[in-house]
């Protein structure tokens, strides 16, 4: 194993963790469920029919702030990534005979914004993004039955400049001779990433009685997703067709498919049980776009690798109610497996003997074995009023336990050697989400304010060597962030 650091500020961040992070402010408002994802506790937002029938006529206009992310280094402002939007919500009940049905249709258009140019690591950039999202829902409920259908999708686009300030090297100065010295040629500055984000699911749910008190609830969701990540960058290599501005397209997809089934006792103690199967599919490929030479032969690598990460698992979830307070107990179990290929382009040409001239590259490739992850979920929430306000509380606990071994091999040329991988991964997650909304009503009007704090506390466990990122000795390092503020005003007809 090679001993590398970065050539400025002591530590050195990947160019594609970095990347990642800023084009998840694609998705802030859903961090919650992206943890509840992974920890197979998805839910599809199926109404009851007693909300049905007392269901009025609701148009809803809010606006809201997302304070994604915040970090200090020596009390000087380091990084942020933030979220502005505005929300249109409108609820339409009709009767027809016996049925009762609702329509809701809910349009939802953001910004987003992030940097962390003082940030002391080897990267910097700048994000400016904004996007759409649309969700119709349709429910219709008779004497016994209930039956409903979920359409939702959600745009996003986003453009990231960065700027790499320091590149990695060794103290082993054949591994700087015959690959990192090549990493500025290759990867120059200056660096533009955009994103391409599309999201689209389609649900439907069903419901009829097995009893006075007890009704048999089956739902399913299928969730398909695309973030298209495009780099482009500066190639001064001394290969001269290996030359200007090059281009690598990250075509990320991911399928997800779920499937729950529960019992509904609105009058009862135990409200509700239900058993829930979640499947995700992630899969990356990548187009290095490689030049063509006068002779039509392709002088670089077509592509850099690819990967698949495949996360299963069960459910279960026991509600129980008493007045206005409701509690929810969950465990689940999931199975985790993936693998990984990268490979670099064509860095540049050394001569062999000081006659052949020989093209620089590497590769590497991982896998996930025997990956298992436990979880546990702790929900309440409740409702009171207060002098003319109406006080509603959601809190959540969620704790996820990920037990990974991790096995790779790095197939390095020019004699270069790299020891194998193969570590245990565990991390610890723990994430706390509380929701306050305080509201008043002055006629058929609501003003409402909410405030959302998400809190997660992830730790790795184990004394494996495999890390993302280095602590750097001395770096005082503040972090806040996880808040949505959101304000606005609904009428009732």
Not at 159 to 184: A, H, Q, R, T
Not at 485 to 490: D, N, R, T, V
Request: hydrophobic share 35%.
């Amino acid at each position: 194993m090679h001993l590398i650091s970065a050539k400025k500020w002591g530590k050195s961040y990947g160019l594609f963790p970095l990347v990642f992070l800023l084009n998840s402010a694609a998705l802030p408002a859903q961090w919650q469920n992206l943890f509840s994802m992974l920890a197979i506790f998805r839910t599809i937002p199926v109404p009851t029919r007693d909300q049905i029938q007392a269901e009025k006529g609701q148009i809803e206009l809010s606006c809201r702030y997302d304070d994604i992310y915040r970090k200090k280094v020596f009390d000087r402002q380091a990084f942020i990534i933030n979220q502005q939007g505005l929300t249109a919500f409108v609820a339409y009940p009709l009767r027809i005979k016996s049925a009762y049905q609702l329509v809701t249709l809910k349009s939802n258009f953001s910004e987003s914004s992030a940097n962390n140019h003082n940030d002391r690591t080897a990267i910097s950039g700048a994000l400016e993004g904004n996007g759409y999202a649309h969700c119709l829902t349709w429910t219709i409920a008779g004497n016994k039955s209930l039956i409903g259908f979920l359409g939702r999708y959600s745009q996003f686009q986003n453009s990231v400049n960065l700027s790499i300030k320091s590149y990695p090297v060794s103290e082993d100065k054949k591994l700087n001779k015959y690959f990192l010295d090549w990493l500025p040629l290759t990867f120059g500055n200056p660096v533009i990433n955009r994103g391409r984000f599309k999201f689209s699911e389609m649900a439907g749910w069903g419901s009829t009685p097995l009893n006075r008190r007890t009704q048999l609830q089956l739902s399913g969701s299928r969730v398909k997703s695309t973030n298209h990540l495009s780099f482009q960058y500066f190639n001064s290599t001394n290969k001269p067709i290996l030359k200007g501005v090059r281009q690598l397209d990250i075509p990320i997809n991911s399928e997800l498919s779920q499937i729950s089934l529960a019992l509904l006792r609105p009058n009862r103690s135990i409200s509700s049980i239900e058993l829930s199967y979640l499947l995700t599919d992630l899969n990356f490929s990548s187009d290095n776009n490689p030049p063509i030479d006068t002779t039509g032969l392709v002088s670089d690598l077509e592509s850099l690798g690819q990967g698949k990460l495949r996360n299963q698992g069960f459910s279960l979830t026991i509600g129980y109610t008493k007045k206005r307070h409701h509690f929810a107990l969950g465990l689940s179990s999931a199975t985790i497996q993936g693998d990984l290929f990268v490979q670099t382009p064509v860095l540049g040409y050394v001569k062999i003997l000081g006659i052949f001239p020989t093209p620089v590259a590497h590769k590497a490739d991982s896998h996930i074995e025997k990956g298992r992850a436990f979880s546990q979920k702790l929900h309440y929430s409740t409702a009171t009023s207060f002098r003319n306000m109406e006080i509603s509380l959601i809190t959540d606990y969620l704790h996820s336990r990920y037990l990974l071994q991790i096995v790779g091999q790095a197939e390095l040329e020019f004699g270069l050697i790299c020891e194998p991988i193969d570590y245990p991964v565990e991390i610890d997650a723990n994430i706390f989400d509380t929701q306050i909304k305080v509201s008043r009503q002055i006629k058929n009007f609501n003003i409402y304010y909410s405030l959302q704090q998400l809190i997660p506390i992830i730790r790795r466990l184990d004394q494996s060597p495999f890390r993302l990122t280095k602590l750097v000795p001395g770096k005082k390092i503040a972090q806040r962030g996880g808040a949505s503020h959101q304000l606005g005003i609904f009428y009732e007809f």
